[in-house]
C-alpha cells in the first residue's frame, strides 16, 4: 500500500498537505516514517546547518533552562 492508497488521515493525509503524494517515497520509508514519526534523509540537511541548530538549541536551553526543552535529545541531530 502506497500513500495515495492510504486513507487521507496519518500520513498520507500529512504528506498531502505537504504536497507530497508518497510516489516520491520507498515502501520502506513510508513504513518507517508512519512507526517513528520522522524519516532520515541523508544529504538533505549539511553538517554545517545541523552545527548551526545544536548551538541554537544549546543558547535556549542556557538562556531558558532545562525544563523549556523536555525530552529533547540534541545528540539525534547527527549530520548527515
Request: proline share 5%; charged share 20%; with cysteine.
Amino acid at each position: 500500500m502506497t500513500a495515495t492508497d492510504q486513507p487521507m488521515g496519518g500520513t498520507a493525509g500529512m504528506l498531502a498537505a505537504l504536497g507530497v503524494s508518497g510516489d516520491e517515497l520507498h515502501e520502506h520509508q513510508l513504513a518507517r516514517l508512519d512507526s517513528d514519526g520522522y524519516l532520515r534523509l541523508p544529504g538533505v540537511v549539511d553538517a554545517q546547518w545541523i552545527g548551526e541548530l545544536r548551538v541554537r538549541l544549546d543558547e535556549l536551553i542556557d538562556a531558558e533552562g532545562a525544563a523549556a526543552l523536555p525530552g529533547l535529545a540534541v545528540a539525534t541531530l547527527a549530520p548527515c
